[in-house]
């Protein structure tokens, strides 16, 4: 017969089994597993992110590690897909106003009020209305001057425009060079643009001694080597052999500046310095690129969609090619930038290098405690170190500006 104990429900708790206990724990364990390695990915973007957008060499670094490991094609797909997630960030966040010149101005550039130069200057530029008022600030299109060490009379002018009525964060920041005071020349990267030509000259990529006392400013280039192979020639040596219908920046023996396509000045290229070449001149003689002619253009230029919206550069004549503009942008697509360069007053336009770590206006000055020459960006917010073209050697190509 049984025992009482043996009839009464147990109260010893059933064994673990393997079907219900460790599954549970191990999925605990996976899930903060997971955790963390989001949260370690999250950081990890985060920081590099920062760090592309503040450290001048890091963006570029990243671009050729990426480049060397997956391929040109599909960086400039990431390259596309993270322009059009921060643009989408920005339509969101934005309240529909716009910086204003000043704004954007370093402290030690606003030292010339509008009033302290006359309207009269000659080769100051006219002041422009502003291409879209919905999206203008007070100060767009007013031509200021900027204070340079070559001498107290106006030589270098500042000027903004919201080139985009559909984003009025897009900047386009414009300035004209008095060529009659002022010349341009061009530099050698020491290793960009990568030459097809056997040589053991030197490219030291720095402004050179003797061109330093009357350094005014520099601006950075145009596209790598391997971003459509646009010609180059400087210092009396062909580094990249010229393409017919590439736009052509050149100067000529008397310090002429032109800018159009290398057909048209391929008659006079014995009379060249040097020369520098862009994918297809945005506009020519106040004639638009077909590419661009369209809102919706796709694939212009060397490398971006020309509906990418990211930080552009570009250079353009005036009709009477006494003023050369140099435009650097925030936000803005081809057409933008193209449309607002000849809005400013160019009628020949060639777009530069593209992209956050690239396009840089610089003026220099004498460091106030050492005295030695230092480079401050025109814009806040451009990445550059202090002697940028100077102790430090440029990788790529880029232009410089000397007092006559």
């Not at 917010?381 to 190509?397: C, K, Q, V, W």
Request: aromatic share 8%; glycine share 8%; charged share 25%.
């Amino acid at each position: 017969m049984p025992s009482l104990r043996s009839l009464l429900p147990s109260t010893t708790p059933p064994a673990a089994t393997a079907g219900w206990v460790t599954p549970a724990r191990n999925e605990r364990r996976r899930s903060r597993a997971l955790f963390g390695v989001a949260a370690f990915g999250a950081v990890t973007l985060m920081a590099t992110w920062t760090a592309v957008r503040t450290v001048p060499w890091f963006g570029p670094l990243v671009a050729d590690t990426l480049r060397a490991v997956i391929g040109s094609e599909r960086v400039t797909e990431l390259e596309e897909a993270v322009a059009a997630l921060e643009d989408d960030v920005k339509q969101v966040a934005s309240d529909g106003t716009g910086r204003t010149l000043s704004d954007a101005t370093p402290a030690a550039l606003l030292v010339l009020p509008a009033e302290a130069t006359p309207r009269t200057v000659e080769h100051r530029p006219h002041d422009v209305t502003p291409p879209y008022a919905k999206v203008s600030t007070r100060e767009d299109g007013v031509w200021l001057p900027v204070k340079t060490r070559a001498s107290d009379a106006p030589s270098l002018y500042r000027t903004m425009l919201h080139p985009d009525p559909a984003r009025a964060y897009a900047e386009l920041f414009v300035f004209a060079l008095d060529l009659s005071k002022l010349d341009v020349r061009a530099a050698a990267g020491s290793v960009e643009p990568k030459s097809d030509r056997r040589s053991t000259s030197e490219r030291p990529g720095v402004v050179p001694e003797a061109d330093r006392a009357k350094l005014v400013a520099a601006f950075n280039g145009g596209f790598k080597a391997e971003h459509g192979r646009f010609g180059m020639m400087v210092d009396g040596r062909e580094l990249l052999a010229p393409k017919p219908q590439s736009c052509t920046v050149a100067a000529t023996r008397d310090g002429t500046l032109r800018i159009g396509t290398w057909a048209a000045l391929e008659s006079g290229a014995s009379d060249l310095v040097w020369w520098r070449q862009t994918p297809g001149c945005m506009f020519e003689n106040g004639v638009l690129h077909p590419g661009l002619r369209s809102p919706d253009t796709k694939n212009w230029g060397a490398t971006l969609d020309g509906n990418t919206v990211i930080r552009r550069s570009a250079v353009g004549l005036s009709g009477d090619g006494k003023t050369l503009f140099v435009g650097i942008s925030n936000s803005t697509t081809a057409r933008a930038m193209a449309f607002g360069m000849k809005h400013a007053g160019a009628v020949t336009v060639a777009q530069l290098d593209v992209n956050f770590s690239f396009p840089r206006f610089l003026v220099y000055q004498p460091d106030p405690e050492t005295g030695e020459l230092t480079a401050l960006g025109a814009v806040k917010g451009l990445l550059y170190e202090p002697d940028e073209y100077l102790r430090r050697a440029s990788t790529r190509d880029f232009f410089y500006v000397t007092a006559r």
